[in-house]
């Protein structure tokens, strides 16, 4: 059983998670429509992990006796200049999100609930790597300096990216759709 602050706090991550989805898709959206097929494919896969994320705190949240709520969910606008842009904002939503984890963790350990918070290890390892790989990204976009055939291969080896994490997600995802 969790409490109702445990509770409510799950609920509100899994709304996050379930923006961040939606944020992605926007995202991709906005790439596939401006010739960054690679990018594009890359940030569709991430729509796909984010709702992966979403579903882990689901069933986690049911499998503790707790109830799922499903709030609205804002609207999403897509508004970026360039793809140096674009990654900018993944990696400042990734740490927005590292900091919900971060506060959720803070809120599970006050309550006593040491199941929740050793659960949410993997979510504070997750966002490690989150972090670690938009800036990655980021740094590369950045060094092309916009030129052109830098950024043409850029998009290619995020779309190659692309196929790495959906052969990974295949797997994460056979997890999430069962019940801890
Ligand atoms: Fe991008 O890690 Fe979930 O939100």
Redesign the pocket.
Known sequence: MVTKKVEKAINEQIK??EH?SRLYLAMASWAEHNGYPGASDWLYAQTE??RI?MLKLVHYLNDRGGVVVFSQMDSVEQKCKNLVDLFLQVLKH?EF?SASINALYDVCTKEKDFSSANYLQWYIN??IE?ESTARGILDKIKLTGEHQGGLFLIDKELGAMAVTKRAALVASQAAANTAT
């Open positions: 996050r998670e961040s992990e984010e994320h990734e999100i997750e966002q989150e």
